[in-house]
């Protein structure tokens, strides 16, 4: 059974920095690509960063582009975002999510979510 667990949000200021991490089981985590979507209030889910199985390859949305990093420890079962210069408008719940295969990081790929962290960027 495939469980994803994630931390570490919470309240930021603006410009401030977060660390999520999402602790995955249940499946062999090494063989799959992994994501992070948001989900503000009031708006659809938005796709914000991938990495293949191999951590190697990422990628990101256009709005955290420079701004966030998603990295992944293959031995801890472990992928991170780390998020640095927050804005206001990455107010969101956060979501991690497990590919269909091993590159596949659209919304389409994803098989599986876990339940969500907070983040809210406010002064």
């Known amino acids: 059974q495939v469980q994803l667990v994630e931390s570490g949000g919470g309240l930021a200021q603006p410009g401030g920095s977060l660390r999520l991490s999402c602790a995955a089981s249940?499946?062999?985590?090494?063989?799959?690509?992994m994501s992070w979507a948001r989900q503000a209030p009031g708006k659809g889910l938005e796709w914000v960063s991938g990495?293949?199985?191999?951590?190697?390859?990422?990628y990101y949305a256009a709005s955290v582009q420079g701004r966030f990093t998603i990295s992944r420890d293959n031995a801890k079962n472990t992928v991170y975002l780390q998020m640095n210069s927050l804005k206001p408008e990455d107010t969101a719940l956060y979501l991690c999510?497990?590919?269909?295969?091993?590159?596949?990081?659209?919304?389409?790929?994803?098989?599986?979510w876990g339940q969500g962290t907070q983040v809210t960027v406010s002064s």
């Open positions: 990495i293949f199985n191999d951590g190697r390859d990422t």
């Open positions: 249940g499946f062999t985590f090494s063989s799959y690509a």
């Open positions: 999510a497990k590919s269909r295969s091993s590159y596949g990081l659209g919304l389409a790929d994803i098989t599986s």
